[in-house]
């Protein structure tokens, strides 16, 4: 039998491109939700869009499918996607973060 942290996927994600100041993190927000995905997201200064994504792999394979594709306004260019090895922080529900 697998332990839930074995089944429970964490991956942090970058989104480059025209993706802030369109909503996009409020949209995520309600994506990530509405999928059940726990985490966080927050702009950049450098203007790219990070997220920690954590969930199913179906789940974390589904969000990391709209963060690229998902909203029509934004242009995404480019997303660097990072698996978190366990073990990692469990996070309760899907936030928005202060710019960092």
Known sequence: MESSESMLETRL??????????GYRDACVEHARALGISGWVRNRMDGSVEAMLQGSTEQVAEMCEW???????????????????PPFPRFNGFEQLPTV
């Open 13 to 22: 994600v970058r989104v480059r491109g025209t993706v802030q100041g369109m």
């Open 67 to 85: 963060l690229e594709d998902g909203m029509p306004t934004a242009l995404v260019e480019e997303m660097e996607i990072a698996d978190i090895a």
